[in-house]
C-alpha cells in the first residue's frame, strides 16, 4: 500500500517535471524574439540586458532549460509585464479564489449527483429516473457559458437576485481569507458560479451511481441482506450506495481535471478573481510570464487531484491488487 | 471473379449499414439525435446556398431602416446584432465551422487513440508503460487552459485550434481501447491466429480492430461532442479563428457587446444549436454504447 502511494507520488512529480518541460519548449517555439516571453519589450533596454543574464537567455538552449527549471523550483517565476507584480504573488491571491469556487461547485455536485443517483438507481424506470437521465444529459451538453449566461440573464438581469459577477463589492476588498468568509455578500455572489459549475458536472455523479448502484443491487450479497429482512432503506443507503461509491470515485480524478476547465470559463464569466480569469486575461494580453505561471500552476493542481484520487482509490477499495504493475 | 467479391463487399456493407440502422433506431432519443445530426450535417454542406445574407453584412429591412437588434421577424428569422448582422446567415455558416472542427478533431484523435491503445494494449511491457505515461502527463495537462496557451502563442487559426484540441483528447479513447485490446488478447482466437504464423500487424488490425470497433464509434462520437464543446468554449473567451463565424464566436460577440441584457435572441439561437447538437451525439453514442458494454442492456 505505502509501496504503491510512493510510487504513484513519484511518478506524480515526474508528470508535472513534464509539463513543465512542454511549457518550456512551447514558449521556446515562440516566434520571434526569443526573449519576448520574459522580459517585456517596453523595458529600458539595460534593464533587459540585465534581465536577459538573470534569466541566462544568451546561454545554450539546455542550459536555459535548466536555468528555467531552477527557477520554478526556486519560485523564481518572473514578473508581470503588465502590473510588474511578482507572478507567484499574484497566484497565491488566486489560487485560493479559485480554490474556494471549485470546492463549492464539487460539493454541490457530488451530494446532489449521488444523492439523485441513488434515488433514481431505487426508483429505476420511474419518473424521476427518466427526466433525471434526460435532463442530466441536456445540462452536460450545454457549456458553462451557456447555462451560466441564461442564469445571469434570468436571476441577475432580469429578477436582479443576484449580482452580475465579481467575488466583493467594487472597492470593498476584504482583507484575508476569513474576513472573506464571514461576509454574506461574498455567499451571496458565490451562488451563481457555483450552480453554473455544478450545473454542468451533476451528470457524471449522478449517472454514474446510477449505474453502479443498479449493478450493485443485482449482487449476491444485496439479496442476502434482502433474505435476512433488513429494511430496503437500510439495504440500498448501508449496502448498495456505499459499494457504489467507488465508481464514482474512479471518475472524480478525471471530473476534477475537466472541472479546472471548466473554471477558466466560469471565472470569466462571472469576473471571478481566480486563476481561470487570470489565464484568460494574461493569454490576451500576452502577458508570457503570468500565462505561463497560472498554466502551470493549474496542471499542478490537476494532476496532484488526480494523486489524491488515485490514493483515495486504492484506500477505499481494498479489493484492489496493487501489484508492481500498478493499477493499470 | 473481382465481380462476385465486389458484390460480397457490397452484401458485407449492406449488412454493416443494416446493424447500424438497427442500433441506431434501438430508442427514441438515438433516433432523435441521428436525424438532427443528419439536419445539421446537410445545413452545414449547403450552408452558402441557405444563408440568405453574409455573415458580416449590415441589413437593412424592406423599408430601407438600418435593421440593428431587431428580434426574430420574418424578415429577420433569428434577429439581428447590434450591428445589423443577420443571425440566421451567421448561425447557418456557423453550423460549417463547428462541425468541421468537430468532425476533423474528432477522426484524427480517434485515429491517434485507437492505434496508441491497440499497440499499448497488444505488445504490453515496455512500449505499454512508455505510451501510457505518455498519456498520463497528457492527462495533468489541463484541458481549456492548454488550448488558451496554444492559441496565444501562435495565432487565433483553425488548425491551430484543432491540433489543440486533438493533441489532448486523444487520451481517453487510448486509454479505454487499451483496456479493451489487453482483454481481447487474451481470448483463444488471437492465440490461434499467433500460432498460425499471423504477423502482429495483421492480428492488430485484423482480429482485433473490428471487436473494438463499437467502442471506437462510441468515443468518436464522444470526442466529437467534446471537440464542439470545446471549441465554443475557446471561442466563447475569445481564443477562436476571427476570420470566420462559429456558435461559440456569435456568443462572444454577444458578451463583447453588452447587449445581453437586451438581446435574448442573439442568445438563443447559438446556445440552442450547441445543446441540440452536443445532446444529439451524446443520444446516438449511448446507443453504442450499449452494444460496446452488453451488461447496460438489461437495464
Not at chain 1, 451530494?111 to 434515488?119: E, H, K
Not at chain 1, 476547465?261 to 494580453?285: D, K, T
Not at chain 2, 456558435?247 to 438563443?268: C, H, I, N, P, Q
Request: hydrophobic share 50%; charged share 15%.
Amino acid at each position: 500500500m505505502l509501496d504503491y502511494i510512493i510510487r504513484r507520488f513519484v511518478y506524480t512529480l515526474i508528470t508535472i517535471v513534464a509539463v513543465a518541460t512542454i511549457l518550456f519548449i512551447l514558449f521556446r517555439m515562440l516566434p520571434g524574439e526569443p526573449t519576448m516571453q520574459v522580459i517585456s519589450p517596453a523595458m529600458d533596454p539595460a534593464v533587459q540586458e540585465r534581465m536577459k543574464k538573470a534569466f541566462g537567455l544568451n546561454e545554450p538552449i539546455w542550459k536555459q532549460y535548466f536555468i528555467y527549471m531552477k527557477n520554478l523550483i526556486t519560485l523564481e517565476w518572473g514578473r508581470s509585464f503588465v502590473s510588474a507584480q511578482e507572478v507567484t504573488s499574484i497566484l497565491s491571491y488566486r489560487f485560493w479564489n479559485t480554490i474556494l469556487l471549485m470546492a463549492a461547485g464539487m460539493c454541490m455536485t457530488l451530494v446532489l449527483g449521488i444523492g439523485m443517483g441513488i434515488i433514481m438507481a431505487w426508483r429505476r424506470n420511474g419518473a424521476v429516473d427518466l427526466i433525471g437521465t434526460v435532463v442530466g444529459l441536456i445540462f452536460q451538453a450545454a457549456p458553462p457559458f451557456i447555462t451560466g449566461l441564461l442564469l445571469l440573464m434570468i436571476l441577475s438581469y432580469n429578477m436582479g437576485f443576484f449580482p452580475t459577477g465579481g467575488m466583493y463589492a467594487p472597492g470593498n476588498r476584504p482583507d484575508g481569507l476569513f474576513d472573506l468568509l464571514t461576509t454574506a455578500d461574498f455567499w451571496h455572489r458565490l451562488v451563481l458560479p457555483t450552480l453554473t459549475v455544478g450545473m454542468y458536472y451533476i451528470s457524471t455523479p449522478m449517472l454514474i451511481m446510477r449505474d453502479s448502484m443498479l449493478e450493485v443491487l443485482g449482487s449476491d450479497y444485496i439479496e442476502l441482506a434482502r433474505a435476512k429482512g433488513l429494511k430496503s432503506r437500510v439495504i440500498m443507503i448501508r449496502h448498495a450506495a456505499r459499494n457504489a461509491l467507488l465508481g464514482v470515485v474512479t471518475i472524480a480524478g478525471i471530473m476534477i481535471g475537466f472541472a479546472v476547465g471548466g473554471q477558466v470559463v466560469v471565472e470569466s464569466l462571472f469576473s471571478w478573481p481566480g486563476m481561470g480569469q487570470l489565464m484568460v486575461e494574461s493569454a490576451a494580453q500576452h502577458d508570457y510570464p503570468v500565462a505561463q505561471g497560472t498554466f502551470l500552476m493549474l496542471a499542478i493542481l490537476v494532476i496532484s487531484l488526480n494523486f489524491l484520487t488515485d490514493v483515495l482509490y486504492s484506500y477505499l477499495d481494498p479489493r484492489i491488487k496493487i501489484t508492481a504493475k500498478g493499477l493499470s | 471473379m473481382s465481380s462476385s467479391r465486389t458484390s460480397q463487399r457490397f452484401r458485407k456493407l449492406r449488412l454493416a449499414l443494416r446493424e447500424h440502422y438497427r442500433i441506431i433506431n434501438s430508442n427514441k432519443l438515438s433516433q432523435f439525435g441521428f436525424w438532427v445530426i443528419i439536419l445539421f450535417t446537410l445545413v452545414a454542406i449547403f450552408a452558402p446556398w441557405i444563408a440568405p445574407h453574409d455573415p458580416w453584412e449590415m441589413t437593412y429591412d424592406s423599408n430601407g431602416n438600418f435593421a440593428s437588434l431587431r428580434p426574430p421577424s420574418w424578415e429577420f428569422p433569428m434577429g439581428t446584432t447590434h450591428l445589423g448582422y443577420d443571425l440566421f446567415s451567421q448561425l447557418i455558416l456557423a453550423t460549417r465551422t463547428t462541425l468541421l472542427i468537430g468532425v476533423v478533431s474528432g477522426f484524427i484523435s480517434i485515429v491517434i487513440g485507437a492505434n496508441v491503445g491497440l499497440i499499448a494494449g497488444y505488445y504490453g511491457g515496455k512500449i505499454d508503460e512508455v505510451l501510457m505515461r505518455i498519456t498520463d502527463i497528457l492527462y495533468g495537462m489541463p484541458f481549456l487552459p492548454f488550448i488558451i496557451v496554444l492559441i496565444a502563442l501562435f495565432g487565433r487559426q483553425l488548425e491551430f485550434i484543432i491540433l489543440a484540441i486533438v493533441l489532448i483528447i486523444w487520451r481517453t479513447s487510448a486509454r479505454v481501447i487499451r483496456a479493451q485490446a489487453m482483454s481481447i488478447k487474451q481470448r483463444q482466437y488471437i492465440q490461434m491466429a499467433k500460432a498460425r504464423g499471423a504477423s502482429d500487424l495483421r492480428i492488430i488490425y485484423r482480429h482485433i480492430l473490428p471487436n473494438v470497433l463499437p467502442l471506437l464509434l462510441l468515443y468518436a462520437a464522444f470526442n466529437i461532442a467534446w471537440s464542439i464543446i470545446t471549441e465554443a468554449s475557446a471561442s466563447f473567451l475569445g481564443f477562436g479563428d476571427g476570420e470566420t463565424v462559429s456558435w461559440g464566436g456569435m456568443l462572444y460577440e454577444l458578451w463583447l457587446s453588452g447587449k445581453t441584457r437586451v438581446a435574448w435572441w442573439w442568445f438563443a439561437s447559438p446556445s440552442v444549436c450547441i445543446i441540440l447538437l452536443v445532446t444529439s451525439l451524446v443520444f446516438v453514442s449511448r446507443a453504442y454504447e450499449e452494444v460496446a458494454n452488453p451488461r447496460l442492456r438489461k437495464r
